[in-house]
């Protein structure tokens, strides 16, 4: 195969590191913002250099936010009470959207994988468990993924925070089992945070 | 491109793409292969939870001539331990299993036995938790049948007995050797351990755990096996690290 020149080969190689996109598609885009105005891929540059260099993580809940502490943790209409506990950042994006829940959140930054060498000392349980200490908070809602890492997390969370009397439920009916929360539509993720049950 | 029917363990499974997942499985007649389940992550799937760690399944596949992932069209369930990865200790042995395994096998290798190991295994965790002596089965039987087991209680040397006394080991060559014959960098591995391995290698498991042997024996055959285990996988197995992490009840 033909090497491209230098430039585009590293625009290639930078693209490929993204998740879900292979050799192909990378070629795709690269050759798609070669072709565009100089402006517009300028302006993908400098979005991506502004959101590395603004956004940091919450230093309470650790979701990833331009101010510290995030939204979700300062909003004066949220609901103290409750902390809904997600994987990732995005997650809560799929929890806002159904406009069922004004708690505060918590992220873990993954789930126990024992596969990729992840315990729970590599996930942000400790700052939760730190929240949980001051008795504002009443019920600890589990929203990791449905699937055997996400359950696992959610069953270790649950042995871990009853014994400090919260209440912890665990989100239900709706999401399949085997899914991504990433791909639930509304109604559905709506639906899972009704049928959440007790753990 | 034919349709396969075949009885398989799923080993482990990685997003892919947009909804996809990579499934590594063990076929039952055709040993290791890698395959595609296409849309298996979005919530209409028609996978459901056929795909997780170590599901016994019937699984219907196309083989593709000219690629080495094969396109998965469709699971049933058999048999699924989704429920015994609830509890993270007992996922942790359930995850090495997966790792071990799909580490030694080569693709396509047949492998029956390694096959109805890792079930028995499972179904060991279901049923007793995560018990060492459920771990030290599975990995001393892997070294078996990747023949890298020498005689328990034989000097591979001077052909000594060796009874109640320690015998020495390096991962990488496959006989014991008594203390006279040993390298000074050799690990110990003691009688009651080699006991313990003679008892694993001559009974079932259901035995065994009748028997109740000691945890110590089983966590130092466990920890014999897996020496010699990533000797020939040539890395460190990332989930052997996490064995006894995380909060007991
Ligand atoms: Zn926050
Ligand atoms: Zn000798």
């Not at chain 1, 993954?110 to 939760?128: C, E, Y």
């Amino acid at each position: 195969m033909p090497d491209f020149a230098e430039p585009v080969e590293r625009l290639i190689d930078q693209l490929k590191r993204l998740p879900g996109i292979g050799a192909k598609t990378a070629q795709r885009l690269a050759f798609h913002i070669l072709r565009i105005a100089p402006e517009d891929a300028l302006a993908l540059a400098d979005a991506i250099r502004d959101a590395k260099s603004n956004m940091r993580f919450c230093s309470v809940c650790n979701n990833i936010t331009d101010a510290d502490p995030c939204l979700y943790c300062t909003g004066p209409t949220r609901n103290r009470k409750m902390i809904c506990v997600v994987e990732e950042p995005h997650n809560i994006m799929a929890i806002e959207k159904t406009r069922q829940y004004s708690g505060l959140y918590h992220v873990l930054g993954g789930a126990l994988a024992p596969l990729r060498g992840i315990g729970p000392d590599q996930l942000h349980l400790k700052s939760l468990i730190e929240r949980l200490k001051g008795g504002a908070v009443e019920e600890i809602i589990i929203a990791t993924n449905p699937n055997a890492e996400g359950e696992a997390t959610a069953m270790y969370l649950s042995k871990l925070i009853k014994p400090l009397g919260v209440r912890v439920t665990r989100i239900g009916v709706g999401i399949p089992v085997g899914s991504d929360l990433e791909y639930a539509d509304e109604v559905t993720m709506m639906k899972a945070m009704e049928g959440r049950r007790d753990l | 491109m034919p349709l396969k029917e075949s009885e398989a363990i799923v080993l482990r499974s990685f997003p892919l793409g947009e909804g996809d997942r990579l499934v590594s499985f063990l076929d039952r007649q055709s040993g290791r292969l890698r395959g595609v389940a296409r849309g298996a992550r979005l919530p209409k799937s028609r996978f459901g939870s056929t795909l997780e760690l170590l599901s016994h399944i019937r699984i219907w596949y196309f083989e593709r001539e000219t690629r080495d992932l094969v396109r998965i069209n469709q699971c049933e369930l058999i048999e699924s331990f989704l429920d015994v990865q609830s509890d993270y200790q007992a996922g942790i042995i359930l995850a090495l299993v997966s790792e071990v395994t799909e580490a030694i096998l080569g693709e396509r290798e047949v492998a029956d036995a390694q096959f109805r190991l890792v079930l028995l295994t499972a179904r060991g965790v279901r049923q007793h938790g995560p018990s060492p002596v459920v771990l030290a089965y599975f990995c001393l039987w892997t070294v078996r049948l990747g023949g890298w087991l020498g005689s328990l209680d034989q000097c591979s040397r001077c052909g000594r007995a060796m009874e109640h006394e320690p015998a020495y080991f390096s991962a990488g060559s496959p006989g014991l050797l008594c203390g006279q014959c040993r390298q000074e960098w050799m690990r110990a591995i003691s009688p009651s351990a080699r006991m313990l391995g003679r008892q694993i290698l001559s009974g079932t498991l259901d035995r065994l755990l009748q028997e109740n042997p000691s945890k110590i024996s089983s966590n130092e055959i466990s920890s014999f096996a897996l020496d010699i285990l990533e000797h020939h996988m040539e890395r460190k197995l990332v989930t052997r690290k996490l064995l006894g992490t995380g909060v007991n009840e």
